[in-house]
């Protein structure tokens, strides 16, 4: 059977309860329903309605109702924009030097490396000492010999001394 909520009591059920008790009488809409009006007893005719009286006093202000249980909460709304950035802080000192790490083991040697331009050439050395004389040679088939004169031949001139027999002499021509 419906009932009216118990303040204090029907926690997280008020509203359901509430609405069952109101549902008696009342369609979804909040409109009466039909039934909840009694019928109208037929002893005959009515007469006619007669003027409406005063509106009788206010009655005093009834003390507060207990406060309601709370409602089921609702879906989670859109995120809002995001904020400005703030400005930067401040840079925090350094930090200590740790301590040396152990040395790692000697690495593979790399591939030897394209050979250098050449260097520039160095001072000459000092001169040598004199060779040997080398051994005389074969003698020579005996041909004729030219002398050229450089000036005027004059008859009676005689050729120089060792001029070999058969040696031709060309004169110029004055």
Not at 33 to 58: C, E, M, R, W, Y
Not at 62 to 90: H, S
């Amino acid at each position: 059977m419906a009932r009216l909520p118990v303040p204090g009591s029907d926690g997280g059920t008020w509203g359901d309860i509430l609405n069952e008790f109101l549902s008696v009488s009342h369609n979804n809409d909040g409109s009466l329903k039909a039934s909840a009006i009694p019928p109208v007893a037929n002893d005959g005719a009515t007469g006619a309605t007669g003027l409406q009286g005063p509106t009788g006093a206010t009655g005093p202000t009834g003390p507060d109702g207990a406060t309601g249980a709370t409602g089921l909460q609702g879906p989670t709304g859109a995120d809002g924009p995001t904020g400005a950035v703030g400005p930067a802080g401040a840079t925090g000192a350094t930090g200590a030097t740790g301590v040396a790490g152990p040395t790692g083991p000697t690495g593979v040697t790399g591939p030897t490396g394209l050979e250098g331009p050449t260097g520039p050439t160095g001072l000459q050395g000092a001169t040598g000492a004199e060779g040997a004389t080398g051994a005389t040679g074969a003698a020579g088939t005996d041909g004729y010999g030219v002398v050229v004169v450089a000036s005027t031949w004059v008859s009676g001139d005689s050729l120089p001394a060792g001029t070999p027999a058969g040696t031709r002499v060309l004169r110029r021509k004055p």
